[in-house]
């Protein structure tokens, strides 16, 4: 069983920055890669950023790449999403995710077992 507790959403304007951080329980956490998805009013989750287990392997979806980073920290329990450029698009709940490091299949939600309650992002034009 994990636990995954995502903070660090808010209002920003524009242009703006901000970073989400997941703290994770209740298991192993360097077995597991995380995932960060978004999820906006009416639309379908969209796959945002991946990272190994090791935190070697990134990979980051085509609407963020250059403007986002993912990080983890694996004696902190903690992964993290850097948010540079912000714009009104970006203005979702955004997840974060934990899956099986032993599965390397990142882009689908289903690859994810266990979900974080979400934190708001709203960017103002």
């Known amino acids: 069983q994990v636990q995954l507790v995502e903070s660090g959403g808010g209002l920003v304007q524009a242009g703006g920055s901000l970073r989400l951080s997941c703290a994770a329980s209740g298991g192993t956490f360097s077995w597991y890669k995380m995932g960060w998805f978004r999820q906006a009013p009416g639309k379908e989750r969209e796959f945002v950023a991946h990272i190994g287990w090791s935190g070697g392997t990134t990979y980051y979806g085509d609407s963020v790449k250059g403007r986002f980073t993912i990080s983890r920290d694996n004696a902190k329990n903690t992964v993290y999403l850097q948010m540079n450029s912000l714009k009104p698009e970006d203005t979702a709940a955004y997840y974060c995710?934990?899956?099986?490091?032993?599965?390397?299949?990142?882009?689908?939600?289903?690859?994810?077992?266990?979900w974080g309650q979400g934190t708001q992002v709203t960017v103002s034009s």
């Open positions: 995710a934990a899956g099986p490091a032993t599965d390397t299949r990142y882009l689908r939600p289903t690859s994810y077992n266990y």
